[in-house]
C-alpha cells in the first residue's frame, strides 16, 4: 500500500479496540518473569558455552602482545578471540566503532579480547589472567580545549544540516532591542537501560542465529551480515522482549559481534553478556554539547533573531549531536541561525539517545527562553505562545501536518496553577524549603517509515500478526494487536502477536519515535489485503463488507469470520510505503511541560514536587501505553536535569562513573506526582492511523522545565547540566 494523499474514514476509526487504554498484552509474561530475555533462551539453546569480553585498559594506543598462556590453561577455557585470529572484520553501517580492538586501541574498554570457556565464571576469570601490553599515544578527551577547532560536520541523514541560514541572523540580533547570548553545557549521558547488551549466537553450518536485545532488526541484520562478512540471508536475529533500550541498542554493538565470532571459534553457541563497567565505555552514549544561543526581540517580545549553536566531539567519522533540530521549527522570527560543528575525540562512540539533538537542544534552547522572557518582563508562557508559528519558519507557506503548541501551553498552565507562580525568584518559601515553578516547550519530530507485516486468520476466527518490529518497554505488542483487532473485527484476545524476528517481514524498530506509527500502518496495509481475501472467500463485496464482533457481513449475508478459513488459514502480507507528505507537511509532535520544585534554602537539595505534561501527538493509539511513555520521558528528564553526567577523566579518557552506583538515574519515589494529559487528535497526513510517535517528546524541554524552575525557588540561573546543588551554592555565596 502507498500512502499518499491524507487519509480519509477508514475501519481505525471505528475505536472499538484502537484508542482504548488496554492493558499490555505481555504485562503478564512479565510480572511473573517469564517474558525471555536475550540471556534466557534455554530451551532453544543447549550446549552453550560463555563469553567474556576483556576492555582495553588504556584509551589510545596499540596492542603490543597479549599473553595467552596463563589464561589458556584457566579451567574451563576452550577459546581465546582477539583481531589476531577473528579474522577480517568490517564496522556496521549505523555506528562507526570497531567492535574489536587490535593493534590499533580507539577507546577505553573497546574489546580487546574475547574469553569463551564452560561457565561465566571461568571465563571471567581467565579473561583476568590475560597480559595485555599497550603502547600509549596521545588522546583528546576534553571538548572545552577542542572547541575552537571544531569542523562543520558533512551533512547526516539522521539531523539538521550543519548550518542554516534565513534572513540576516546577525544584522538582525546586533540590531535587536532586547538580547540574550549565553552558553549552556550538557554532558555525556548514558542510557543506562536495565537489561544489559546481550547476545546468545548460534551457528548451523554459515547460517547465524542470535537471540539479543536490539531495537532495529532490519538495521542488525545489514550490520552484522557486514561486519562478519556473510551474506544478509545468513543472518537471523531474535529479539522478543527488550528490558530498555532508550537508543542504545538501535543495532549491533560489541556483544553481538563477539558472541558470534566466539560461536565460530568454538563450535558451540555461546552466551554473551556486556558487563555493566563495559557498558559505560564500550558502547554508546549521547555525547557532551557546548551550545551557544542567542536570541533577539523587540521590546513587544517579539523574536526578530534566533541562533543556536553546537559543539560536540566523537571517534573519527562519528555523527554530530544534531541539537540544533527543534530551534529550526519551534520559534518564529525572521532571521535565524544554526549550526553545528565537530571536533574529534577518544571517546566510546557518541549516537542516538532517546531524542537525539532535541532532548540536548532543547535543554539549552529553553532555558534561553525563560531567560528572555525575564528580560522582556513577559510571563514565559505568554512569551511562548507570542512566539508560536503555524508556519515552517525557514520555508514560508509550508505548513505544519498539526501544531497545537499553544493549546499545549494553556492547558498545562490550567492544570497546574500556573498563576500561582511569583516572577520574582525565591518568592515563595515553605519552612526551609524555597518552591519554584517552571515550564518549557515540546517539540519533536515525527518521521514515519515503509513498515510490512503478515496476518494470518485461521478457522476459529483468531488472528495472528508478524512483524519485526520489536517492543522495547514501550507496548508495541499491545498497539499492534490493536490495530489487527480493529480493522478484523475481533477482540483483543482473539490476537496473537509475534513480533522481534528478522523472519518476520521488514518493519523499521523502534527508534526515532517512528515505531509505533510505522508499525501499526504496516498491520493495517495488511489486513486490508487480509479483509479483501476474507471477502473472496465468502464471496462478499469488500467494499460493503463491515467486520466487527467477530463477524463479516455484507448486504443481508452474515458468516463468522473463521468460516473463511475453514479450508484453510488465510494469510496477507504487505507493507506501507510513502509518498511526499512528509515533504509538503512539517509533520511534529508538541507539549509543554510544568515543573514545581523545592530547593532546601540552605543545602540546596532540589527536590521535584509536581510534574504536569500537556502533548499532542496525533492519534494516541493506547492513552495507558502512551501515559507510561510520556511518565518514563519525564522520570528520563529530571535524571537528565539533575543528576545524569558522565564524568570524563581527561587524563586518561573515559567515563569514570561507569556503573548504576557512580551513574545516577531517577526513580519513581523521587517525583511524588504526575500528571500527563494527551490531547486529543489526528494527523491524517501521518498514514492510515492518523498517529504519530509520542516516546521521545515526552523527553524534550522537561529538563528546562526544572533548571526555570530551580531558577524560580533559588534565583541563581545554572546553564551547565546537571543542574545540582554545588553549583547554585558557588552562585548564592
Ligand atoms: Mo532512538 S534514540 O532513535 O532509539
Same mark, same amino acid.
Given at each position: 500500500?502507498?500512502?499518499?494523499?491524507?487519509?480519509?474514514?477508514?475501519?481505525?476509526?471505528?475505536?472499538?479496540?484502537?484508542?482504548?487504554?488496554?492493558?499490555?498484552?505481555?504485562?503478564?509474561?512479565?510480572?511473573?518473569?517469564?517474558?525471555? #530475555?536475550?540471556?534466557?533462551?534455554?530451551?532453544?539453546?543447549?550446549?552453550?558455552?560463555?563469553?567474556?569480553?576483556?576492555?582495553?585498559?588504556?584509551?589510545?594506543?596499540?596492542?603490543?602482545?597479549?599473553?595467552?598462556?596463563?589464561?589458556?590453561?584457566?579451567?574451563?577455557?576452550?577459546?581465546?578471540?582477539?583481531?589476531?585470529?577473528?579474522?577480517?572484520?568490517?564496522?556496521?553501517?549505523?555506528?562507526?566503532?570497531?567492535?574489536?580492538?587490535?593493534?590499533?586501541?580507539?577507546?577505553?574498554?573497546?574489546?580487546?579480547?574475547?574469553?569463551?570457556?564452560?561457565?561465566?565464571?571461568?571465563?571471567? #576469570?581467565?579473561?583476568?589472567?590475560?597480559?595485555?601490553?599497550?603502547?600509549?599515544?596521545?588522546?583528546? !578527551?576534553?571538548?572545552?580545549?577542542?572547541?575552537?577547532?571544531?569542523?562543520?560536520?558533512?551533512?547526516?541523514?539522521?539531523?539538521?544540516?550543519?548550518?542554516?541560514?534565513?534572513?540576516?541572523?546577525?544584522?538582525? !540580533?546586533?540590531?535587536?532591542?532586547?538580547?540574550?547570548?549565553?552558553?549552556?553545557?550538557?554532558?555525556?549521558?548514558?542510557?543506562?537501560?536495565?537489561?544489559?547488551?546481550?547476545?546468545?549466537?548460534?551457528?548451523?553450518?554459515?547460517?547465524?542465529?542470535?537471540?539479543?536485545?536490539?531495537?532495529?532488526?532490519?538495521?542488525?541484520?545489514?550490520?552484522?551480515?557486514?561486519?562478519?562478512?556473510?551474506?544478509?540471508?545468513?543472518?537471523?536475529?531474535?529479539?522478543?522482549?527488550?528490558?530498555?533500550?532508550?537508543?542504545?541498542?538501535?543495532?549491533?554493538? &560489541?556483544?553481538?559481534?563477539? &558472541?558470534?565470532?566466539?560461536?565460530?571459534?568454538?563450535?558451540?553457541?555461546?552466551?554473551?553478556?556486556?558487563?555493566?563497567?563495559?557498558?559505560?565505555?564500550?558502547?554508546?552514549?549521547?555525547?557532551?554539547?557546548?551550545?551557544?544561543?542567542?536570541?533577539? $526581540?523587540?521590546?513587544?517580545?517579539?523574536?526578530?533573531?534566533?541562533?543556536?549553536?553546537?559543539?560536540?566531539?566523537? @571517534?573519527?567519522?562519528?555523527?554530530?549531536?544534531?541539537?540544533?533540530?527543534?530551534?529550526?521549527?519551534?520559534?518564529?522570527?525572521?532571521?535565524?541561525?544554526?549550526?553545528?560543528?565537530?571536533?574529534? @575525540?577518544?571517546?566510546?562512540?557518541?549516537?542516538?539517545?532517546?531524542?537525539?539533538?532535541?532532548?540536548?537542544?532543547?535543554?539549552?534552547?529553553?532555558?534561553?527562553?525563560?531567560?528572555?522572557?525575564?528580560?522582556?518582563?513577559?510571563?514565559?508562557?505568554?512569551?511562548?505562545?507570542?512566539?508560536?508559528?503555524?508556519?515552517?519558519?525557514?520555508?514560508?507557506?509550508?505548513?505544519?501536518?498539526?501544531?497545537?503548541?499553544?493549546?499545549?501551553?494553556?492547558?498545562?498552565?490550567?492544570?497546574?496553577?500556573?498563576?500561582?507562580?511569583?516572577?520574582?525568584?525565591?518568592?515563595?518559601?515553605?519552612?526551609?524549603?524555597?518552591?519554584?515553578?517552571?515550564?518549557?516547550?515540546?517539540?519533536?519530530? $515525527?518521521?514515519?517509515?515503509?513498515?510490512?507485516?503478515?496476518?494470518?486468520?485461521?478457522?476459529?476466527?483468531?488472528?495472528? +500478526?508478524?512483524?519485526?518490529?520489536?517492543?522495547?518497554?514501550?507496548?508495541?505488542?499491545?498497539?499492534?494487536?490493536?490495530?489487527?483487532?480493529?480493522?478484523?473485527?475481533?477482540?483483543?484476545?482473539?490476537?496473537?502477536?509475534?513480533?522481534?524476528?528478522?523472519?518476520?517481514?521488514?518493519?523499521?524498530?523502534?527508534?526515532?519515535?517512528?515505531?509505533?506509527?510505522?508499525?501499526?500502518?504496516?498491520?493495517?496495509?495488511?489486513?486490508?489485503?487480509?479483509?479483501?481475501?476474507? &471477502?473472496?472467500?465468502?464471496?462478499?463485496?469488500?467494499?460493503?463488507?463491515?467486520?466487527?464482533?467477530?463477524?463479516?457481513?455484507?448486504?443481508?449475508?452474515?458468516?463468522?469470520?473463521?468460516?473463511?478459513?475453514?479450508?484453510?488459514?488465510?494469510?496477507?502480507?504487505?507493507?506501507?510505503?510513502?509518498?511526499?507528505?512528509?515533504?509538503? !507537511?512539517?509533520?511534529?509532535?508538541?507539549?509543554?511541560?510544568?515543573?514545581?520544585?523545592?530547593?532546601?534554602?540552605?543545602?540546596?537539595?532540589?527536590?521535584?514536587?509536581?510534574?504536569?505534561?500537556?502533548?499532542?501527538?496525533?492519534?494516541?493509539?493506547?492513552?495507558?501505553?502512551?501515559?507510561?511513555?510520556?511518565?518514563?520521558?519525564?522520570?528520563?528528564?529530571?535524571?537528565?536535569?539533575?543528576?545524569?553526567?558522565?564524568?570524563?577523566?581527561?587524563?586518561?579518557? !573515559?567515563?569514570?562513573?561507569?556503573?548504576?552506583?557512580?551513574?545516577?538515574?531517577?526513580?519513581?519515589?523521587?517525583?511524588?506526582?504526575?500528571?500527563?494529559?494527551?490531547?486529543?487528535?489526528?494527523?491524517?497526513?501521518?498514514?492510515?492511523?492518523?498517529?504519530?510517535?509520542?516516546?521521545?517528546?515526552?523527553?524534550?524541554?522537561?529538563?528546562?522545565?526544572?533548571?526555570?524552575? +530551580? #531558577?524560580?525557588?533559588?534565583?541563581?540561573?545554572?546553564?551547565?547540566?546537571?543542574?545540582?546543588?554545588?553549583?547554585?551554592?558557588?552562585?548564592?555565596?
Amino acid at each position: 500500500m502507498k500512502f499518499e494523499t491524507p487519509a480519509g474514514i477508514n475501519p481505525i476509526d471505528q475505536l472499538k479496540v484502537v484508542g482504548k487504554p488496554a492493558d499490555r498484552i505481555e504485562g503478564p509474561l512479565k510480572t511473573t518473569g517469564s517474558a525471555r #530475555y536475550a540471556y534466557e533462551y534455554h530451551g532453544e539453546v543447549t550446549n552453550a558455552a560463555y563469553g567474556y569480553i576483556l576492555g582495553s585498559a588504556i584509551s589510545k594506543g596499540s596492542i603490543t602482545r597479549i599473553d595467552q598462556s596463563v589464561a589458556k590453561a584457566a579451567p574451563g577455557v576452550l577459546a581465546i578471540v582477539t583481531a589476531e585470529n577473528a579474522g577480517p572484520l568490517q564496522t556496521g553501517k549505523f555506528y562507526v566503532s570497531r567492535f574489536l580492538a587490535g593493534p590499533q586501541i580507539d577507546h577505553y574498554h573497546q574489546a580487546v579480547a574475547v574469553v569463551v570457556a564452560e561457565t561465566f565464571e571461568q571465563a571471567r #576469570y581467565a579473561a583476568s589472567l590475560l597480559k595485555v601490553g599497550y603502547k600509549k599515544s596521545k588522546g583528546s !578527551f576534553d571538548l572545552e580545549a577542542l572547541k575552537d577547532s571544531a569542523q562543520q560536520p558533512a551533512p547526516s541523514q539522521f539531523g539538521p544540516p550543519p548550518q542554516t541560514l534565513t534572513g540576516d541572523f546577525e544584522g538582525a !540580533f546586533k540590531t535587536a532591542q532586547v538580547t540574550l547570548d549565553e552558553i549552556y553545557t550538557t554532558p555525556d549521558q548514558a542510557h543506562a537501560m536495565m537489561e544489559p547488551h546481550a547476545t546468545i549466537a548460534k551457528w548451523e553450518g554459515d547460517k547465524l542465529t542470535c537471540w539479543c536485545s536490539i531495537q532495529q532488526m532490519n538495521w542488525g541484520v545489514r550490520d552484522l551480515a557486514n561486519i562478519l562478512g556473510i551474506p544478509k540471508e545468513n543472518v537471523r536475529l531474535i529479539a522478543s522482549y527488550i528490558g530498555g533500550g532508550f537508543g542504545g541498542k538501535g543495532t549491533v554493538l &560489541a556483544d553481538l559481534v563477539a &558472541a558470534s565470532l566466539a560461536a565460530r571459534a568454538v563450535g558451540r553457541p555461546v552466551k554473551l553478556a556486556l558487563q555493566r563497567p563495559l557498558m559505560f565505555n564500550n558502547t554508546i552514549h549521547r555525547p557532551k554539547t557546548i551550545q551557544r544561543i542567542r536570541i533577539g $526581540a523587540d521590546r513587544d517580545g517579539r523574536i526578530t533573531a534566533i541562533g543556536h549553536e553546537s559543539w560536540s566531539g566523537n @571517534l573519527p567519522g562519528g555523527r554530530t549531536e544534531p541539537a540544533t533540530a527543534s530551534t529550526r521549527l519551534l520559534y518564529a522570527g525572521a532571521n535565524r541561525l544554526t549550526r553545528l560543528k565537530l571536533a574529534v @575525540l577518544d571517546l566510546a562512540e557518541g549516537n542516538a539517545m532517546r531524542s537525539p539533538g532535541e532532548a540536548p537542544g532543547m535543554m539549552a534552547l529553553e532555558i534561553a527562553m525563560d531567560e528572555m522572557a525575564e528580560k522582556l518582563n513577559i510571563d514565559p508562557v505568554a512569551f511562548r505562545i507570542k512566539n508560536d508559528t503555524q508556519e515552517d519558519p525557514e520555508k514560508p507557506g509550508r505548513k505544519f501536518s498539526t501544531r497545537k503548541l499553544i493549546e499545549c501551553l494553556q492547558t498545562g498552565a490550567e492544570k497546574f496553577g500556573w498563576e500561582k507562580r511569583q516572577t520574582k525568584p525565591g518568592s515563595i518559601q515553605e519552612g526551609q524549603w524555597l518552591i519554584g515553578m517552571g515550564v518549557a516547550s515540546a517539540i519533536r519530530g $515525527a518521521p514515519i517509515a515503509k513498515s510490512a507485516a503478515r496476518v494470518r486468520l485461521d478457522k476459529s476466527g483468531s488472528i495472528t +500478526v508478524e512483524t519485526d518490529m520489536t517492543d522495547i518497554g514501550t507496548g508495541s505488542y499491545t498497539i499492534i494487536g490493536q490495530t489487527a483487532a480493529e480493522m478484523m473485527g475481533v477482540g483483543l484476545d482473539q490476537v496473537t502477536v509475534r513480533i522481534g524476528d528478522s523472519s518476520f517481514p521488514e518493519s523499521p524498530g523502534s527508534g526515532g519515535q517512528w515505531g509505533a506509527a510505522s508499525s501499526t500502518s504496516g498491520v493495517y496495509a495488511a489486513c486490508v489485503k487480509l479483509r479483501e481475501a476474507v &471477502a473472496n472467500q465468502l464471496g462478499l463485496d469488500v467494499e460493503k463488507a463491515q467486520f466487527s464482533d467477530g463477524k463479516v457481513s455484507a448486504d443481508d449475508r452474515s458468516f463468522a469470520l473463521g468460516d473463511a478459513a475453514k479450508s484453510g488459514d488465510l494469510i496477507a502480507q504487505d507493507e506501507i510505503t510513502y509518498g511526499e507528505l512528509s515533504k509538503e !507537511f512539517a509533520q511534529t509532535t508538541f507539549g509543554a511541560h510544568f515543573v514545581e520544585v523545592a530547593v532546601h534554602a540552605y543545602t540546596f537539595e532540589i527536590r521535584v514536587r509536581r510534574m504536569v505534561a500537556v502533548c499532542h501527538a496525533g492519534r494516541i493509539l493506547n492513552p495507558k501505553t502512551a501515559r507510561s511513555q510520556v511518565i518514563g520521558a519525564m522520570t528520563m528528564g529530571v535524571g537528565a536535569a539533575l543528576m545524569e553526567e558522565m564524568v570524563v577523566d581527561k587524563n586518561v579518557g !573515559f567515563f569514570v562513573n561507569h556503573d548504576l552506583a557512580g551513574y545516577e538515574v531517577p526513580v519513581h519515589a523521587d517525583i511524588p506526582y504526575q500528571e500527563v494529559v494527551l490531547l486529543e487528535d489526528i494527523d491524517p497526513t501521518m498514514s492510515p492511523m492518523k498517529a504519530q510517535g509520542i516516546g521521545e517528546l515526552g523527553l524534550c524541554g522537561v529538563a528546562a522545565a526544572i533548571a526555570n524552575a +530551580v #531558577y524560580n525557588a533559588t534565583g541563581v540561573r545554572v546553564r551547565d547540566y546537571p543542574v545540582t546543588l554545588d553549583k547554585i551554592l558557588k552562585n548564592k555565596v
